[in-house]
């Protein structure tokens, strides 16, 4: 008969205290020392099960990762969609955009853009005044050689927007007035409802060092002389002021024998201009005075 042999793979010892010296160097330290286990060389092709768990987390992490980068590259071809849709449309300038950090005006369809005072040709433009902003960024040029009016107005916007007692405005027409680079640079103030959008009427300055540029209307606008190069004091007098207006909310008196009126000049009441002995001093405290005359 046959003898039944042992399987070459792995022999298991029964339980005892007898103790077995294995001298080959495929065997494996036993946990006991009545345990021995011996491994044949194809046990060596055989992963151990820790292995197998770190290769599935790896494999899984390669996978996850994977599907993360593809996830990541689709979202950016959507938002690159996105933005080539976006770009594809025509802008214009937002009630929340200022235009203040870098002066760019949107690029779009605004009419506005290509009239006076904002076009650019000046091939039959006489440049009788130059003006330019505090930086130099923003230059213009006037045809006319006077302004159709000068005034110095004492409302509280124009005190709180210019940092000044009153402000200084010089009445031209929008075609007398010519931008070297024509809305470019140039920011826009609603004041009405308080928004920074071209909508008339609206004050417009340096988008870069915020210099007052002039209050643009519908038909007019009112530039502003401390941005003008004047050659000499003749050339300054030109743009001497007849008359005050809004005078009702000065906070300094002023002594210069000019109309004074409380709001609108020629439509509102004249104020009587107090002189220096019937005041303390000349800065005005408290209300605003109203100083009625009867002319």
Known sequence: MFKSRASPTRIWQSISPRRHNFHSSNTLTPLSSSVAIPVSPRSQLITPS??????????????????????????????????AEADALPKTRSEF?????????CSGLEHWKSEAPYQTTTSSFAKKWTAHCHCGRIRCWLSRDAPLAVKFC??????????????????????????????????????????????????????????PIMDEGRKMVLIFPGIIEFGDAEDKKVFDPQCHIFYSQRVVDIHDGKPKWSKLDGKSELIKELGREDEKDNTVVGAPRNENTNN
């Open 50 to 83: 820790s292995q197998i768990v770190n290769s599935r987390y790896f494999t899984v992490k390669s996978t996850t990762a994977t599907q993360h980068r593809s996830s990541q590259y689709t979202m950016s071809q959507q938002e690159e969609a996105k933005e």
């Open 97 to 105: 955009e200022t235009g203040a950090e870098s002066g760019a005006v």
């Open 154 to 211: 004492h409302c509280i916007d124009c005190q709180a927007l210019h940092g000044a007692p009153f402000q200084w405005a010089a009445v031209f027409e929008k075609t007398d007035l010519r931008f070297e680079r024509g809305a470019e640079g140039l920011a826009f103030y609603h004041t009405p409802d308080r928004s920074t959008v071209h909508r008339l009427p609206c004050k417009v300055s340096c988008a870069y060092c915020h210099s």
